[in-house]
């Protein structure tokens, strides 16, 4: 079955920087698309960044010059390199994959403070 495993999070004060990792497996990493989400309380879920099977890079207006979505197949592992980060960033950030969009994995808890 398909697995994602988030981590990297934590506390960071504005201005600071965060790299998420997603370890994916239960699936063929390299043939489908993958993207970082993310929610805090009482709001949806938000699209934050996808990166296709080739490589072609999507980014939310609210994090585009600041995040950097990448991937290593021959790794499973996806990246959200996140810089100059803002207190409106925090949130819980989780994993997707296009393999089986419906499927949301633990999160990680980000959160940005002075």
């Known amino acids: 079955q398909v697995q994602l495993v988030e981590s990297g999070g934590g506390l960071v004060q504005p201005g600071g920087s965060l790299r998420l990792s997603c370890a994916a497996s239960?699936?063929?990493?390299?043939?489908?698309?993958m993207g970082w989400y993310r929610q805090v309380p009482g709001k949806q879920r938000e699209l934050v960044a996808r990166?296709?099977?080739?490589?072609?890079?999507y980014y939310a207006d609210s994090v585009k010059g600041r995040f950097t979505i990448s991937r290593d197949n021959a790794m499973d592992t996806v990246y959200l390199q996140m810089n100059s980060l803002k207190p409106e960033d925090t949130a819980v950030y989780y994993c997707?994959?296009?393999?089986?969009?419906?499927?949301w994995g633990q999160g990680t808890q980000v959160t940005v403070s002075s």
């Open positions: 990166i296709t099977s080739l490589g072609t890079t």
């Open positions: 239960g699936f063929s990493f390299s043939s489908y698309a």
């Open positions: 997707w994959s296009s393999r089986q969009s419906n499927y």
